[in-house]
Structures are given as structure tokens and as C-alpha cells.
């Protein structure tokens, strides 16, 4: 029997970590063994247990998951990473697939589309783990999966962006001196958490914000957010 592949789940929100993890469980041939909901927290399990796979959001509250990826990569040569996040910034996709993702899922997550991910990235270990050398018809099927797709065809209008609801974040970020968290800013305009902060990275990723992490007295740091060139 060959060994199961590992996979560890690193998101925020724990009931999408749970989705993730009951997918997997109708998938042969992988296991998940841990979940992370930090930065910090997903650190000490990756170097703790080196997992093969690791499934990553890239909205996390201490850090964005695209600086986590330097350390994974640093930390672990052999883990592979798939993004499966609500993040369709240009400038974010092209970070992880030049970073070396193996694939980038957008919420809302379908089944099959995680299913048909996890399948093919079976079947390129399986290719990568055999012995001697490979024929140009595997090498050409490698190559032609791993290679990022052509990121021009990206709009360059995010998915989910709207024009409006940018300009009321604006406003509330110009008004904050000590920054504003996406929990606030959310109660202050209405938004969910997540959508606030959808918004505010967006705005990071424009370089129209800066993020900066604050640490507290007690509790974990929080990630606030500054207006800049505004």
C-alpha cells in the first residue's frame, strides 16, 4: 500500500476548515494531519511535521498567505502548496504561481473542482517518484501542468470588487489615524469581516493601503491598516 499523502489545512475560518477536511476524507489516498488558523500557528506545524501537501489561504489574520509561502518553501523544499482562497488580485496570483503553487482554487469551492486538483497532483508524484528517467511524453505533460497558466487572461477588474463599496472603504480609512482592522471596518460599513478584508488588501495590493501588525498586550497580533497615496 503506498503511503498516504499529508496534507495540512491552513484557514481562518474553521467551518471552511472543516469543508476542506470532509473533502478530503472522500478522496483516496490522502490524510489530513493538522489544521491552522494563524501564520504563527501554521509555522510550528509545518516545521514540526513537514506535511507533503498543504492547502493555504491567503487572507490569514497575523500574516497574508503569500508570506507564509517563503517560509514553507524555506522551511520544507519537499512540501507543495495549493492556494484555495477568495483572492483574485492580479498581483497575488502572480506572487503564488511564480512562487511555485501547484494550483490556485477561488471560493467558493466546488467538490470537483478540489477533487480534480488533488487527482492530478497524485498523479504528478507518482510520476516524480518513479525511478530512472522519463519520456518526453511525461516530461511534456510535467512541465505543461506545473507551468502557470497565461496571467493576461486575468481581468484586471478583481471578481467581486465593486467600485462603490471601494470608495466607502476609502472613506473610512482616511478618517482612521491609528489604522482600522478589518473587524472594524467591517462594523463601521456594514461588511462582513471578510469582505472588509477582501477589500483592504485589495487596496494594499493598489498600493493605495499598507498593512502593518500590531501586537497587544495580551492576545494574538492584529493586522491593521493604514491609507496610503490617498
Known sequence: MSKLIEVLIIEDDPRIADIHRRFIDKIDGFIVVGSAHTGAEAK????????DLILLDVYLPDMMGTELMTF???ESTDTDIIFITAAAEVSVVKQAFRGGVIDYILKPLTFDRFQDSLHEYQEKRKTLASTGKLQEESIQLLWHSFKSPNLTDIPLTPKGID?????????QLKRQTQGITAEKLGIASGLSRSTARRYLEFLVSESKARAELIYGTIGRPERRYFPKNL
Do not use: E, L, Y
Open 44 to 51: 510550528d506545524w509545518v516545521a514540526a511535521m513537514k506535511p
Open 72 to 74: 514553507i518553501q524555506a
Open 163 to 171: 467600485p462603490i463599496t471601494i470608495d466607502k472603504v476609502v472613506v
